[in-house]
C-alpha cells in the first residue's frame, strides 16, 4: 500500500542534541511538507519542497534544517536552536504543485519530547 | 497571507444528533481550496471533505456536508446522524490555488474538539 512513513513514533533528547526525524513517501509526490502541532495550536508549517534538492521556509522554520536528496525522502533535523522542540511533527505530501492535485496525505506523527 | 478562524475549541453533542462546526477564515485569493480534516486520537490526520471556491455547490461525503459562504468567508462542516466514531479534532484548512502559489500547502485553523457522548 501507497502511503507515509514516519519515524521514530516516539522520540526522547536531552537538551543541546540534534535529532533527525524521518520521512519517507512511496506515492511518488512530487511536493512534502513538515508541520509541528502544539495542544491549541493547530497545525504551523516549519518547511516544504517541491521538488528534489529544493526547499521553502515555512511559518516556524527557526532551529530546523531540511535536506531533499531523493524524491522519496525529506528528513527534518531538530537542532539545539530550536527553543522549545517538544511537539508532535507531521510530515505529508501532495501530487504535485501543478497536478491539479490538491489534498495532503499525512504520515501518522512523530513525538519528540525533550527531557 | 490568509488565516483560519475556529471559534470553538470543544463541543459535545449525543450520539445521533446532528453537529456545526464552525470556521471563517481570510485571504486576498479568489481561487483556493478549503478542507476539513478528522484528527482522532490515533493522531493520524483524516480528509473529511473539501471544497473548491469556484464551485456554488456544496460539498458532500455521506454523513458530511458543507455549508459555503464565499462572501462571507465561511466554511462550516455539518455532521449529521453523529457516531461515537466521530469523536475526534476537526481541522479547518485552506489552500491557495496552484497559480497563486498553492504549493506552500495547508493553512490550518486551530481545531474543534469534538466528543460525540453515547
Known amino acids: 500500500d501507497g502511503g507515509i512513513t514516519q519515524s521514530p513514533k516516539y522520540l526522547f533528547r536531552k537538551e543541546g542534541q540534534n535529532v533527525t526525524l524521518s520521512c519517507e513517501q512511496n506515492?511518488?509526490?512530487?511536493?512534502m511538507y513538515w508541520y509541528r502541532q502544539d495542544p491549541g495550536q493547530g497545525l504551523r508549517l516549519i518547511y516544504y519542497s517541491q521538488i528534489v534538492n529544493d526547499f521553502q521556509k515555512g511559518d516556524i522554520a527557526e532551529g530546523y534544517s531540511v535536506s531533499r536528496e531523493k524524491k522519496e525522502s525529506f528528513p527534518l533535523t531538530v537542532t539545539s536552536a530550536q527553543k522549545n522542540p517538544t511537539a508532535f511533527y507531521l510530515c505529508?505530501?501532495?501530487?504535485?504543485?501543478?497536478?491539479?492535485?490538491?489534498?495532503?496525505?499525512f504520515g501518522a506523527g512523530s513525538r519528540l519530547t525533550v527531557l | 497571507a490568509q488565516t483560519v478562524t475556529q471559534s470553538q475549541p470543544e463541543m459535545s453533542v449525543q450520539e445521533a444528533e446532528t453537529v456545526t462546526l464552525s470556521c471563517t477564515y481570510d485571504t486576498s485569493e479568489s481561487n483556493y481550496y478549503l478542507f476539513w480534516y478528522k484528527q482522532p486520537p490515533s493522531r493520524q490526520m483524516i480528509l473529511v471533505i473539501r471544497?473548491?471556491?469556484?464551485?456554488?455547490q456544496n460539498a458532500t461525503e455521506n454523513r458530511f456536508s458543507v455549508n459555503f459562504q464565499k462572501a462571507a468567508k465561511s466554511f462550516s462542516l455539518k455532521i449529521s446522524d453523529s457516531q461515537l466514531g466521530d469523536t475526534a479534532m476537526y481541522f479547518c484548512a485552506f489552500m491557495k490555488h496552484e497559480a497563486g502559489g498553492g504549493a506552500d500547502g495547508l493553512t490550518f485553523g486551530k481545531g474543534t474538539h469534538l466528543i460525540i457522548q453515547p
Open positions: 471544497q473548491e471556491a469556484y464551485k456554488q
Open positions: 506515492l511518488n509526490h512530487d511536493a
Open positions: 505529508a505530501s501532495r501530487e504535485g504543485p501543478f497536478s491539479g492535485a490538491n489534498v495532503l496525505t
